[in-house]
């Protein structure tokens, strides 16, 4: 990421999103021995492994990635990412933010995430059981929902990214 950071956040999912990685992983790790023990045939046990497997490492890449949301306002942008998956918003792109809570039912779920909300298409960066973080209006009449444990912090710090491009 470019420039020095004036906001840097981790913003991880709570502890009832773990224990139900955990709990999946669980289930799988026993959908894979109850497979193995199976009496069937070699080619149909193969492939039941194959596909539980190919399952796990989606599961697991999905979890690892939309667990954690990393947010950052350097000197230029306000950066937004889970994963390999990310967004950036230059300085001069940036028209408001405000804090917010998300409202899921609204976008139906976490993490990237789409609704239309009165007439407009809003687009969610959000961490499972996260309640808070800061909606993003662009000059192009976009809209950005970025999940944050401080979202007065957040706020704070892309308005002075803000204040620094128009001065």
Do not use: K
């Not at 690892?64 to 950052?72: D, I, S, Y």
């Not at 230029?76 to 028209?95: H, K, Q, S």
């Not at 409202?103 to 687009?123: C, T």
Request: hydrophobic share 50%; proline share 2%; aromatic share 10%.
């Amino acid at each position: 990421m470019n420039g020095r950071a004036r906001n840097r956040e981790v913003v991880g999912a709570s502890r009832w999103f773990d224990a139900l990685g955990i709990v999946a992983g669980a289930a799988l790790a026993a959908g894979l021995v109850a497979t193995w023990r199976a009496g069937d045939s070699d080619g149909e046990r193969a492939m039941a492994l194959a596909v539980l497997v190919g399952v796990g490492v989606v599961l697991v890449l999905v979890w690892r990635w939309f667990a954690r949301l990393q947010v950052e306002v350097d000197e230029r942008a306000l950066r937004f990412r889970f994963g390999p998956v990310r967004c950036t918003l230059d300085a001069e792109r940036i028209a408001g933010v405000t804090p917010q809570a998300y409202r899921w039912w609204r976008f139906g779920g976490w993490g990237l995430r789409f609704a239309r909300i009165e007439g407009r298409l809003v687009r969610a960066w959000s961490v499972p059981f996260v309640r808070s973080g800061v909606a993003v209006e662009t000059t192009d009449g976009r809209q950005y929902y970025v999940s944050s444990r401080a979202p007065e912090a957040l706020v704070h710090a892309v308005r002075a990214l803000g204040e620094r491009r128009a001065g």
